[in-house]
């Protein structure tokens, strides 16, 4: 049953200095993604070309792939480590990685830049990661899945002043075709209701809880 779509993030940064005119870097780094390394990235390695190797990683969004295809984006510093026109400027990347099922595995960082005029100064490159953030839920939390067709039908009421409708999104919150009721063709504007037929009337949280009305989500009663 689709789901949400998670990004996570991983942020390259070559400290203020590390490599300029005067001390160029020699080495480069590899980024490894589920055991399988990227080609040698050079201290001027550019955005484009850390995005190009990690596209070429069969594991993350190959046939090797545990999440199936990945979309892959580099944006930040023109460069890996500062060049000679800017070698006071730490140098930072972002690297974001979106799949359409689960948080992604880690990078992992094998560094053997050295700086210096005999080129044995270690450069103190570093790798950090934010894991995806995005939830992961059956239907998004807006349906009920049928998980005999692994297909969602999405929640909707018509009625007034309780109305809502929840269709296919794109995993990011627009119409799409992914069949998660991501997308709301109309906002809830308060919390769910059901119709109570000894009352003939809808009643906010079928009338055994209390509404949040930040969030639009019940408190229902014990008992």
């Known amino acids: 049953t689709p789901v949400l779509n998670f990004v996570t993030r991983q942020y390259v940064r070559c ?36 995005q190009a190797a990690l596209a070429a990683l069969d594991t993350l969004g190959g046939r090797a792939s545990d999440f199936g295809r990945v979309n892959v984006s580099v944006v930040g510093s023109p460069t890996l480590c500062a060049g000679p026109t800017d070698a006071n400027a730490a140098h930072n990347f972002t690297i974001e990685l979106r799949a359409a099922y689960g948080n992604l595995y880690d990078l992992e960082l094998v560094n053997s830049l050295r700086r210096g005029p005999d080129f044995v100064v270690p450069v103190n490159l570093t790798l950090t990661t934010d ?27 018509a009625r007034s002043p309780f109305a809502y409708e929840y269709v296919s999104s794109d995993g990011y919150d627009a119409l799409g075709t992914r069949g998660d009721c991501g997308h709301a063709r109309r906002e809830a504007k ?4 059901s119709y109570n037929p000894s009352l003939d009337k809808f009643l906010e949280c079928g009338g055994r809880g209390s509404c949040d009305n930040a969030t639009f989500v019940c408190a229902c009663d014990e008992g």
């Open 190 to 193: 308060s919390c769910p209701a």
């Open 131 to 157: 894991t995806g953030t995005k939830e992961n839920e059956y239907c998004s939390d807006r349906g009920w899945c049928d998980f005999a067709t692994g297909t969602c039908m999405c929640r909707s009421l």
């Open 15 to 50: 400290p203020a200095g590390s490599c300029d005119s005067a001390h160029n870097c020699s080495g480069g780094i590899y980024l490894v993604y589920d055991d399988e390394a990227t080609s040698k990235l050079p201290w001027n390695a550019t955005r484009d070309d850390v």
